[in-house]
């Protein structure tokens, strides 16, 4: 029997000033290590007074089904209400290919919080981080904290709905299945039909290309 990871809450957004009516935000990215599709990052906000009733847990800890309907709940009561603002910004495969990855990891979290309304403190999950914005870094914080597991789960489903429309103009690469990492199945079909220029990330392919030279 499979153990669910525990719930995500508000301690961090608490410990920045939450309970004082300080807007807290969070980001995450998706995608970072996959060989082909876009590197997504999602900003997210919530106003202070809020109580979210949904159990929410890093995205990597919930089904696509999960995601899809936990999405579906906070847009139709927070996001349309006005108690929550998602924000996304996105790297291409040629921009990842030419970028050093912990930089454009930052451009795209700067990016993303660019494009929210207002907030007084962040928290990024991770290590990387500069001076910018007032806030904190906290490795795994999409597993422990509410706001950055709300934007983990917007990026992601975010990325995977694009992976499927990719999936429809190029099937035979199974994009809908490993939606654009590493597999067993991804590596047969590049080795089949060849990488797909501006889709796939040609020098993450690079020990693929050593083992079958």
Same mark, same amino acid.
């Given at each position: 029997?499979?153990?669910?990871?525990?719930?995500?809450?508000?301690?961090?957004?608490?410990?920045?000033?939450?309970?004082?009516?300080?807007?807290?935000?969070?980001?995450?990215?998706?995608?970072?290590?996959?060989?082909?599709?876009?590197?997504?990052?999602?900003?997210?906000?919530?106003?202070?007074?809020?109580?979210?009733?949904?159990?929410?847990?890093?995205?990597?800890?919930?089904?696509?089904?999960?995601?899809?309907?936990?999405?579906?709940?906070?847009?139709?009561?927070?996001?349309?209400?006005?108690?929550?603002?998602?924000?996304?910004?996105?790297?291409?495969?040629?921009?990842?290919?030419?970028?050093?990855?912990?930089?454009?990891?930052?451009?795209?979290?700067?990016?993303?919080?660019?494009?929210?309304?207002?907030?007084?403190?962040?928290? #990024?999950?991770?290590?990387?981080?500069?001076?910018?914005?007032?806030?904190?870094?906290?490795?795994?914080?999409?597993?422990?904290?509410?706001?950055?597991?709300?934007?983990? #789960?917007?990026?992601?489903?975010?990325?995977?709905?694009?992976?499927?429309?990719?999936?429809?103009?190029?099937?035979?690469?199974?994009?809908?299945?490993?939606?654009?990492?590493?597999?067993?199945?991804?590596?047969?079909?590049?080795?089949?039909?060849?990488?797909?220029?501006?889709?796939?990330?040609?020098?993450?392919?690079?020990?693929?290309?050593?083992?079958?030279?």
């Amino acid at each position: 029997m499979t153990m669910k990871a525990k719930a995500a809450d508000w301690s961090i957004e608490d410990y920045l000033g939450r309970q004082r009516g300080l807007f807290i935000a969070g980001v995450d990215e998706v995608g970072r290590g996959a060989w082909a599709g876009n590197m997504v990052v999602a900003a997210a906000v919530y106003a202070p007074s809020v109580s979210v009733p949904c159990t929410l847990r890093d995205s990597k800890a919930l089904t696509a089904e999960e995601r899809e309907r936990l999405v579906k709940i906070l847009t139709e009561e927070y996001i349309n209400k006005d108690h929550l603002h998602i924000a996304y910004a996105e790297a291409e495969p040629t921009l990842i290919e030419g970028s050093n990855l912990n930089q454009l990891n930052m451009q795209l979290f700067k990016e993303a919080l660019g494009k929210l309304p207002h907030f007084d403190q962040v928290i #990024i999950d991770g290590t990387i981080a500069d001076n910018t914005f007032p806030g904190i870094c906290a490795p795994k914080a999409d597993a422990t904290s509410i706001t950055v597991a709300t934007a983990s #789960i917007f990026a992601k489903v975010y990325r995977d709905r694009q992976m499927h429309e990719l999936h429809k103009q190029f099937p035979q690469y199974g994009f809908a299945v490993h939606l654009g990492y590493g597999t067993k199945v991804h590596v047969a079909a590049i080795l089949k039909h060849g990488p797909i220029k501006g889709i796939h990330r040609h020098n993450f392919l690079q020990n693929l290309r050593n083992q079958t030279a």
